[in-house]
C-alpha cells in the first residue's frame, strides 16, 4: 500500500498502540532470549603470538630467480598463504592435540581428525602485512589459551621449517632426475656418433667442440646454427611460455633455418646423384643429425647440472634453517580480559533490538498490509469522497481497562529491564 | 449521584414543567412527537418550524454525560475529543451536501461490526448539537438490533410492528432517546420475517411520512452492512447513502467491490471508523500507582 511519507509517523504510532500485545510480546521475548545469551555466553580469552615470516635468502636475485623460476620469491601475500597452509593442516593440529593430550598413538584418524578441527576453529591467523602474522588461540580458561597458544608456536615454527626443506628437496629430487636422463641420452647419443666415426663417415663436428670446429662446409654451419637455436629455444621454453616473443622469435628462426637446410640438402643431393655414394651420405646426415642432437641436450644438461647446485644449496641452507627468518615480534600472553562478545554488549544490543525489532515488525506489516488506514489514500484509490476519519471515542470503562492494560505493561517492561541490569552488574562483578 | 449530576436533573425538570405549564390542547394527548403529528394528520397545510416543532417535542430525563460516555455517544458540550470534533466536521459536510434536513441518509458499513450503529448514533446526536436541527433514527437492522439501548422512558412498538401492521401510527413507534433533539425508532418486537418487511408498501409509506411529515429532520436508517438484502432493498429508499469504513480492516478491493451496489448519485461520502487514538493518561500517577500496587501485593 502507497503510504504519504508525512503520514507514516503517526500510523507507525497508531498501530504500535493497536498492536501493543504483540509489541510486548516481542520486547519481552527478545530480553529473555538476550539475556539468556548473556548469562550463558561463555568468557572467551584470546593469547596471540606476532612472527615475523621473512625469506632469508643468501642466494643473490640472479641465482634465486634460477632456482625458483622468475615467480620465485614468495611476495608478503604468499607467505601469509604458506603460514595458513601450514598452519591449519593435519600435521601442525594433529601435533598439537597430542601435545595437549587430547589425542594419542592409539587414537584413530576420526579422532585426530575431530580434534584438529575443534583446535583449528579455535584458531585464527591474521596477515598484519609485511610479513608479521598475527597466531590467536581462543578458550574458556585464560591458561589453557596461553599455554596452548606457546605449544601452538612451537609446533608452527618446526613445522614451517619442515614445509620449506621439503619443498627445496622435493625441487632438488627433480632437477636431479631430469639431469640424469638427460646424461643418459648424451652417453647414447656420443656412443652412436664414435661408432659411425669408426666407420669413416665424415663427421662435421662434435660434442667438445662444436662450436669451435672451423671452417664447416655452408650446410654444416647452417646445422650448427640450427642447433644452437634450438638449444636456445629448448633454455627458453624452461622459464616461459611458448607464447612469449623471445620464444616466438626463436621458433621463427629454427623454422627458417630449417627452411634453408631443406633446400641446401636437395641441392646437395641433386649434385651428388651423378656419382656419389648413397649409403654415404645417408650416414654422413644420420651424424649431422646426432651431432645437432648432441649439441642441443649438452647445452640442456650443463644448464640442468647449474640448476641442480643451485637446488642443492638452497636444500642445504633450508636444512640449517637459514631460508626463512622466522622471529616472534610478541610473545604469547597470559589474557586478563576476556576477549569478543561481553556481556555488557549482549544485554544493550538487546535491548536496543528490544526496541528496534517490534518496530521494524510493525512497519513491515503496514507496508505489507493491503488494508485500508488512511483516508486520503482510500479517496485516492476509490474516487469517492471520504468525509473524514472518527478516532476511537473512549468509554471509561475502556480507559480503566487501559490503564490497568498500561501497569502490567509497567510491570512488566520494568521487571525485564531490572533483570537486565541485575544480570549485567552480576557478570560485571563477575559473580557468574 | 455527583453534584453536577444532580445539578443537571434538577435543571431538566425545570425545562420539561416550563414547557408543560401552558399546557396546550395538542401535548395533552401524549408526547410532543405525536401532538405534531397529530396536528398535520388534520388536513391543514400547517407546518411547524424547526424550532417550534423542537419546543413541541416531550424531551424526558436527559441522558447524564457519564451514561453517554458509557454508551459511546458524544457530549453536548464540555468535551474537545478528537472523535467529537471528527463528527461535527463530518456532520458540517454532510449538511453542505443534503441541506438541512427532510432527506434519508442510509448509513451503513462494507462489513458486520464496522461501526456503523456508532457512527448513525453519534452523527444523529452531532445534528443535535445545532439546537435548531433534529434526527430521526431507525433501525434497520432487524437480525442484530441495537438502538432499543438509547430508549427512555415507556418502550414503544418498534420498526417491524409498524411494518406488520402493529400499530398504524407513526408517532406511536417513535421514541425518546435522552439525546437532545435526537429521536429513535427501534427494531421492534417482530423479527421472524427477514427482508419482506422493507418491500411492502408500508416501508414506502413509513420513509415518505417521515421525510414529508419533519421536513426539518434528518432521517438516519441504521442498516446492516452493504452486502445483506436488506440494506439493497432500503437503497431504493433512501436519498444518500453514507459507507462506514472501519479503519484497518478491509481491503480496497473489498470496499470497490461493496460500493458496486450503490448508485453513485446517492453516494454521500466514505468515513473511516475507529480510527486508532491514545487517551491522555497521566504516566506519573499511573507509574506511581503501579509501584504502590507492587508493594501492596508483596505486603
Known amino acids: 500500500m502507497s503510504i504519504p511519507k508525512d503520514q507514516v509517523p503517526s500510523l507507525l504510532w497508531n498501530e504500535l498502540y493497536l498492536r501493543r500485545q504483540l509489541v510486548l510480546i516481542l520486547f519481552v521475548s527478545i530480553n529473555i532470549i538476550g539475556i539468556g545469551a548473556s548469562v550463558l555466553l561463555p568468557r572467551s580469552y584470546e593469547s596471540s603470538t606476532v612472527v615475523l615470516i621473512e625469506d632469508k635468502d643468501i642466494l643473490d636475485p640472479d641465482l634465486q630467480v634460477q632456482v625458483r623460476g622468475r615467480r620465485g620469491i614468495p611476495a608478503v601475500r604468499d607467505r601469509y598463504a604458506m603460514a595458513k597452509d601450514v598452519l591449519f593442516g593435519p600435521n601442525v593440529m594433529v601435533s598439537l592435540a597430542r601435545d595437549l593430550g587430547l589425542v594419542n598413538e592409539g587414537s584413530s584418524e576420526q579422532e585426530k581428525e575431530q580434534a584438529a578441527g575443534r583446535l583449528a576453529g579455535k584458531t585464527t591467523l591474521t596477515n598484519l602485512g609485511r610479513g608479521l602474522l598475527q597466531i590467536s588461540y581462543r578458550d574458556s580458561d585464560p591458561r589453557k589459551a596461553y599455554e596452548t597458544m606457546q605449544r601452538l608456536t612451537d609446533v608452527f615454527i618446526v613445522a614451517i621449517h619442515q614445509h620449506k626443506l621439503e619443498a627445496s628437496t622435493q625441487s632438488f629430487e627433480f632437477i636431479d632426475k631430469q639431469a640424469r636422463e638427460y646424461q643418459r641420452k648424451i652417453h647414447a647419443l656420443e656412443t652412436r656418433l664414435r661408432s659411425l666415426r669408426s666407420s669413416g663417415v665424415a663427421v662435421s663436428g662434435s660434442v667438445a667442440g662444436a662450436a669451435t670446429s672451423v671452417p664447416l662446409p655452408p650446410l654444416a654451419q647452417h646445422r650448427a646454427r640450427l642447433a644452437e637455436f634450438e638449444s636456445q629455444l629448448a633454455t627458453l621454453r624452461l622459464s616461459f611460455h611458448d607464447s612469449h616473443p623471445d620464444v616466438v622469435r626463436a621458433a621463427r628462426q629454427i623454422q627458417e633455418l630449417q627452411e634453408i637446410i631443406r633446400l641446401e640438402e636437395t641441392q646437395q643431393r641433386q649434385s651428388a646423384s651423378a656419382g656419389e655414394d648413397r649409403e654415404a651420405q645417408r650416414s654422413s646426415v644420420e651424424a649431422d643429425d646426432i651431432t645437432r642432437e648432441l649439441l642441443v641436450n649438452t647445452t640442456i644438461y650443463q644448464d640442468l647440472m647449474r640448476r641442480r647446485e643451485n637446488a642443492l644449496v638452497n636444500v642445504n641452507i633450508n636444512r640449517a634453517q637459514q631460508g626463512l627468518e622466522f622471529k616472534i615480534q610478541e610473545e604469547a600472553y597470559l589474557p586478563s580480559q576476556p576477549s569478543g562478545l561481553r556481556p555488557r554488549h549482549v544485554v544493550l544490543i538487546t535491548i536496543l533490538m528490544s526496541v528496534l525489532l517490534p518496530i521494524g515488525v510493525i512497519v513491515a506489516l503496514i507496508f505489507m498490509d493491503g488494508r485500508i488506514r488512511i483516508g486520503t489514500v482510500l479517496a485516492e484509490h476509490t474516487k469517492v469522497p471520504v468525509l473524514g476519519s472518527v478516532p476511537h471515542l473512549w468509554s471509561p470503562t475502556e480507559v480503566q481497562d487501559l490503564e490497568n492494560e498500561a501497569r502490567w505493561g509497567i510491570a512488566v517492561v520494568g521487571l525485564v529491564l531490572l533483570v537486565a541490569i541485575a544480570m549485567l552488574t552480576l557478570r560485571l562483578v563477575q559473580v557468574f | ?299
Open chain 2, 1 to 299: 449521584m455527583s453534584k453536577i449530576e444532580k445539578a443537571l436533573r434538577k435543571a431538566q425538570r425545570e425545562s420539561k414543567a416550563l414547557v408543560q405549564k401552558p399546557g396546550p390542547p395538542l401535548l395533552a394527548g401524549g408526547s410532543g412527537e405525536a401532538a405534531a403529528s397529530k396536528h398535520r394528520d388534520d388536513g391543514r397545510s400547517v407546518s411547524f418550524g424547526a424550532s417550534s416543532t423542537i419546543a413541541l417535542m416531550d424531551q424526558p430525563e436527559t441522558m447524564l454525560p457519564s451514561e453517554r460516555a458509557l454508551n459511546k455517544i458524544i457530549l453536548a458540550n464540555a468535551d474537545d475529543s478528537p472523535a467529537r470534533r471528527a463528527l461535527r466536521s463530518i456532520r458540517t459536510r454532510i449538511t453542505q451536501r443534503v441541506g438541512t434536513g427532510g432527506s434519508v441518509i442510509l448509513a451503513t458499513s462494507v462489513r458486520p461490526a464496522g461501526g456503523t450503529t456508532f457512527m448513525a448514533i453519534n452523527l444523529g446526536a452531532a445534528i443535535g448539537l445545532d439546537s435548531a436541527k433534529t434526527s430521526l433514527l431507525i433501525d434497520c437492522n432487524i437480525r442484530r438490533p441495537s438502538l432499543h439501548g438509547l430508549v427512555r422512558g415507556k418502550r414503544k412498538k418498534g420498526l417491524t410492528d409498524y411494518l406488520t401492521g402493529g400499530c398504524d401510527e407513526i408517532s406511536e413507534i417513535i421514541c425518546s432517546t435522552g439525546i437532545e433533539r435526537l429521536r429513535v425508532i427501534t427494531a421492534g418486537e417482530q423479527t421472524d420475517h427477514g427482508s419482506e418487511y422493507f418491500t411492502g408498501e408500508r416501508m414506502h409509506r413509513l420513509i415518505w411520512s417521515v421525510r414529508e411529515r419533519y421536513p426539518d429532520r434528518q432521517v438516519i436508517l441504521d442498516c446492516p452492512p452493504l452486502q445483506t438484502p436488506d440494506t439493497q432493498i432500503l437503497l431504493q429508499h433512501c436519498d444518500y447513502v453514507l459507507v462506514v469504513i472501519p479503519y484497518g480492516m478491509v481491503t480496497e478491493s473489498q470496499i470497490r467491490s461493496s460500493l458496486r451496489v450503490v448508485d453513485p448519485n446517492k453516494l454521500l461520502g466514505l468515513v473511516i471508523n475507529d480510527e486508532p487514538h491514545v487517551p491522555v493518561m497521566n504516566w506519573r500517577s499511573l507509574l506511581k500507582s503501579t509501584v504502590a500496587r507492587l508493594f501492596s501485593w508483596r505486603r
